[in-house]
């Protein structure tokens, strides 16, 4: 069946999110912004076109993030990741002043809440046994 979900396929809606959050922004030297600040760099087709590409699949993630979980859903979700981050500083295990570890945490956070919100349809059929209004027979 081709709408079989398993662990994997969340998974692999995951590493395309990472990819995405990462190769976008992150604290070292190699990602997209990087690329466009460095002061080295001239715009030209292949950094245009690198940035178009970005674009398009941000807004397919953030557009089924949105419709899959709506604002509330990621709001919880993000409240939850702020518990656990608080809750990892309170322990301990993490300081506030560790500003690259930090943005580190939150990227992956950001891509966690992405891949849910690509899988939520999903994990909500799994649940509850309820199609959405997309879903048909083949």
Excluded at 35 to 54: D, H, K, R
Excluded at 76 to 83: I, N, R, S, W, Y
Aim: net charge negative; hydrophobic share 60%.
């Amino acid at each position: 069946m081709a709408t079989e979900f398993n662990i994997g396929s969340f998974f692999a809606r995951w590493l395309f999110a990472i990819a995405l959050v990462l190769g976008t922004y992150n604290p070292s030297d190699y990602s997209y912004v990087s690329w466009v600040m460095a002061q080295s760099a001239t715009f030209g087709p292949v950094m245009a076109l690198i940035g178009v590409i970005l674009l398009i699949a941000w807004i397919v993630f953030l557009r089924a993030t949105l419709l899959s979980l709506g604002v509330l859903g990621i709001v919880l979700g993000g409240a939850l990741f702020a518990c656990i981050i608080w809750w990892f500083v309170d322990l301990g295990l993490l300081s506030l002043d560790a500003t690259g570890a930090l943005t580190w945490i939150v990227l992956l956070v950001l891509s966690f809440i992405l891949a849910a919100g690509m899988s939520w349809s999903h994990i909500r059929r799994r649940l509850t046994g309820q199609f959405d209004v997309d879903d048909k027979d083949d």
